[in-house]
């Protein structure tokens, strides 16, 4: 519920305006003077306040400027209300970052919607705010190893390019992490990144995801649709497996690529773009040109600078400092912000393949903390039995000496014995269809999408 505060002079004015507030769902405090009003504000989170120009102890314009100075993390929005001789002043008050102001007799239905614009207006604010954060919260890529600080300074000379860049690597190495640094870098970062996962698309969707369509162009699409290509304009568009795109559609985003616009489904005249593309992929697509299922002028078009992402069992020597920053990000998100791992877990953790890399160490660092809730050290003992086939045999022993023995000795909860099961059988299904991951989710009853987001969920790596 929204918090309303209400400051003013006159008592029945305050009363009035309570009553009608309550009635319209707001939590309602009210106040008659400038200092108790500022007290209020400074110990209570309001999300809008009417304040009253004229106060017996002050002015409106003072308290105005004192929110301001108090450099709330969420001020409110402030409406000023003027009684007659003071328009002027709330004219100057809205220069002063006042939202708007009331003219007074106060009518009830101008009130009303108002408040209902400004409290709109600051969550606006606030989920942008928010989206800020978490941008640039993702948009660095952690890892020392020589591969991780050469991508670093690719990324560095790369960003603030428009040129396009084609990422390799396996599933859960980071790719778009990738992107999402290098938009963060770019001249691009105050707008949009939108990402397409073409693999996670049926088929026969992806040219209406990518271009949008217009009425009635597509079965069951009675209204208009944007997309994504549209939705990217002025920023970047991220398309992961690209790879996965039918010979028909690559024809339609290479011409989209050169002349930067494009033909909505069923439209008649052509949308015009300015949208930096980043392609990602974990197949070789050297192959799947020579096979005819890739393009290889849009390889070119999309390939003017490739940068590689080893998978972590080749950069083992990150897995402890991404460790650490997967288990501050959860221990902060389940309110254990002091939470610990012990050296023999993070040998352990070495000690292990993964197939799903960075994305399935961040799964098993959340899934360790929430199974253990009681834990402030992160042992040996806590973590999950991982598949034995992808114990390191390498001859990368474990700092304990240790190698080709289960993580831990615990035993499984079903959810982690049905999610093992699942990962086996769909991996065994994968090697009887020599890696095609269409004829494996034909002989599993799946569409290729449902399994292939299956795959990912259980960090089962991709390769086709
Ligand atoms: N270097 C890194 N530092 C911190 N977090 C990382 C790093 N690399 C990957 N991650 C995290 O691992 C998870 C998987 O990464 P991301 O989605 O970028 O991989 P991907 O290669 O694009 O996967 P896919 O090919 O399956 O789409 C994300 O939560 C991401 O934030």
Known sequence: ??????????????????????????????????????????????????????????????????????????????????????????????????????????????????????????QLRRDNRELQQQLAQTAYVTGESVPMKALRQQIRLMAPTNGRVLIFGESGTGKERIARTMHAQSQRADRVFVELNCAAIPENHIESELFGHRHGAVDGGAHEKRGTFERADGGTLFLDEVGDMSLKTQAKVLRALDEQRFYPVGAHNPVHV?????????????????????????????NVIPFYVPPLRDRIEDLPLLAHEFLQEFGRQYGRPRVEIASDAVAALQNYRWPGNVRELRNVIERVL??????????????????????????????????????????????????????????????????????????????????????KALGVPIRE
């Open 1 to 122: 519920m929204k918090h309303v505060l209400v400051v003013d002079d006159e008592a029945d004015i305050r009363s009035l305006l309570e009553e009608i507030l309550r009635d319209e769902g707001y939590i309602v405090t009210t106040s008659g003077s400038a200092v108790e009003a500022m007290e209020l504000i400074r110990d209570a989170e309001y999300d809008a306040v009417l304040l009253d120009i004229w106060l017996p102890d002050g002015d409106g314009l003072d308290v105005l400027g004192k929110v301001r100075d108090l450099n709330l993390p969420s001020p409110p929005e402030i409406i000023m209300i003027s009684g007659h001789g003071t328009i002027e002043s709330a004219v100057r008050a809205t220069k002063l970052g006042a939202y708007d102001f009331l003219e007074k007799p106060l009518s009830l239905e101008r009130t009303l919607l108002m408040l209902k614009n400004a409290i709109e207006a600051r």
């Open 274 to 302: 300015d949208v930096r593309v980043i392609a990602a992929t974990n197949k070789n697509l050297d192959d799947e040109i020579a096979r005819g299922n890739f393009r290889e002028d849009l390889f070119y078009r999309l």
């Open 370 to 455: 929430i199974l253990n809730p009681k834990a402030n050290r992160i042992e040996r003992k806590h973590l999950p039995t991982l598949a034995h086939r992808e114990l390191r045999t390498d001859g990368v022993p474990a700092a304990d000496g240790s190698r080709g023995s289960s993580l831990a000795e615990g035993s499984r909860t079903l959810v982690e014995a049905r999610e093992a099961y699942e990962r086996d059988y769909i991996l065994k299904k994968l090697d009887d269809c020599h890696g095609n991951v269409s004829r494996a989710a034909e002989a599993l009853g799946l569409e290729r999408s449902h399994l292939y987001r299956k795959m």
